[in-house]
């Protein structure tokens, strides 16, 4: 319901539906106005009038001539049939056709049921009556019938009741109607672009070929994507000739550099400078290396080879391949994980990925420092995590380290290019996990959350 609430559609088919029983309401207040309100209003003005008459006529006291007056009145049809009744001072009827009143006398209007009896059948009647008392004590009701009036009135009232409602269910069912089939449209509109922004190019919004709006927003979109991937390709192209174009001199540059340096003589100032030149000359085969695998990776063009993992051996691998180099800057490195432990994982790409962050820890953390890889299943899927308890990162740069190239302020004097985290982006993004840095108060917990229909266990396979 909350998902149908925050549709616009069903929204906007709800004030619709209200405007549209707004609507209704004015027109049946209306009719009541017309058919109810102003016609009781006539009667209560008659009624003044009639009473103001009799008592200005008959007021002096003369009974007998005020009784046949109110003879006269009930035999008229002139109107609403005419109800009266005349009593003494002392409460004794002179003349009546109301079968009953209030016994003490009531300043305003009233309403009296008035129901008579004809050939064994209850007739009904209402009757609207105005009290007087006269001055010489005597007590005067004079009334007009506004049984149909009222029963007029009901009718509106009960009919307002179930056009509102039945006005409203229609709303919210079309609105529900209206939300689906809007909503299916921009489901395949959703679809299609979560498709492109993984990485899959061909992905185009289907069309129907009714020419409505949708379709027209579809077209375009469908043109939009389809220069995005010609322009894509095209940029593909450039940059997979120039790598391959790339590489071939570089490795001829190591190779020349190299027989260079065995030539030049010993601590001679060509021998140091060929090899600081072949030393440049790897780290840049090395960072358009990463460059590919990063690019290949990002557009889904790097194949995943899924394989049943043991998490903790694979953890318990990456200590002791680092566990030399924590010793000798004085850190402690240690693994926090329990058997059994499994996923369906690229062991090269995560082995690569959890390298970066133990690596980028043990540089950062500082000698004397704590880092500890660990792994948990969570309601999320598999939690790969690396934490440190040294300087941590800086908010700002918190957003942009997975950038290619970034480098924060502090990291400056530490060696690297900046495209260790832009790698493990990479490689969480081909695995459809979530990077995630969190600070650990002191230190930076960097997790690699792998979504369940990866990390399932041993426990839930039944084997390992």
Same mark, same amino acid.
């Given at each position: 319901m909350r998902r149908l609430l925050r549709s616009f559609s069903f929204r906007l088919a709800l004030i619709y539906a209200g405007l549209f029983c707004l609507s209704v309401a004015l027109l049946v207040g209306t009719g009541y106005w017309l058919r109810v309100t102003v016609p009781m209003d006539e009667v209560r003005g008659r009624l003044e009038r009639e009473a103001e008459q009799l008592q200005t006529a008959y007021g002096r006291g003369d009974l007998p001539p005020l009784a046949a007056a109110l003879e006269r009145r009930a035999a008229r049809l002139d109107?609403?049939?005419?109800?009266? !009744? #005349?009593?003494?001072?002392?409460?004794?009827?002179?003349? =009546?056709? $109301?079968?009953?009143?209030?016994?003490?006398?009531?300043?305003?209007?009233?309403?009296?049921?008035?129901?008579?009896?004809?050939?064994?059948?209850?007739?009904?009647?209402? !009757? #609207?009556?105005?009290?007087?008392?006269?001055?010489?004590? =005597?007590? $005067?009701?004079?009334g007009r019938d506004v049984e149909e009036l009222i029963n007029e009135g009901e009718i509106l009232r009960t009919a307002a009741v179930w056009i509102l409602g039945v006005t409203l269910l229609l709303g919210l069912g079309g609105g529900w109607l209206m939300s689906r089939a809007i909503g299916r449209r921009i489901e395949a509109l959703t679809v299609t672009v979560r498709q492109v922004m993984e990485g899959d190019l061909t992905g185009r919004v289907h069309v129907r070929g009714t020419a409505d709006d949708f379709d027209r927003l579809g077209e375009t979109l469908n043109m939009m994507l389809h220069r995005i991937q010609t322009l894509f390709q095209a940029v593909q192209r450039v940059s997979d000739n120039a790598a391959h174009e790339l590489r071939t001199p570089l490795a001829r540059l190591i190779g020349r550099l190299e027989a260079l340096e065995h030539l030049a003589p010993d601590a001679s100032p060509a021998r140091l400078a060929a090899g600081d030149a072949i030393v440049e000359a790897n780290r840049l085969q090395q960072i358009l290396s990463a460059l590919m695998r990063i690019s290949r990776l990002e557009n889904g063009r790097h194949p995943l080879h899924l394989q049943r993992t043991d998490v903790v051996q694979l953890l318990e691998d990456l200590f002791e391949f680092y566990q030399p180099e924590a010793e000798r800057i004085g850190t402690n490195l240690i693994v926090s994980a329990r058997r059994p432990l499994v996923a369906d994982l690229d062991l090269d790409l995560v082995f690569q990925a959890l390298s970066n962050l133990l690596d980028n820890a043990l540089k950062h953390a500082g000698a004397g420092c704590r880092v500890e890889i660990s792994a948990m299943r969570e309601a999320g899927g598999l939690v790969l995590s690396v934490r440190d308890d040294g300087p941590g990162i800086a908010d700002e740069d918190a957003a942009r380290v997975t950038e290619q190239f970034y480098r924060a302020a502090k990291a400056s004097a530490v060696p690297g290019e900046g495209l260790g985290l832009s790698m493990v982006a990479a490689i969480a993004h081909a695995h459809g996990a979530t990077l995630e840095l969190v600070a650990a108060q002191p230190g930076l917990r960097v997790s690699l959350i792998i979504p369940e229909h990866h990390a399932t266990g041993a426990e839930q396979r039944g084997t390992i």
């Open positions: 109107g609403p049939m005419a109800f009266h !009744a #005349l009593l003494t001072p002392e409460g004794r009827t002179v003349a =009546a056709n $109301l079968p009953s009143w209030p016994l003490q006398p009531r300043r305003d209007l009233l309403f009296i049921e008035a129901d008579a009896f004809a050939d064994g059948v209850e007739i009904d009647h209402t !009757a #609207l009556v105005r009290d007087i008392r006269l001055p010489n004590g =005597a007590r $005067l009701l004079v």
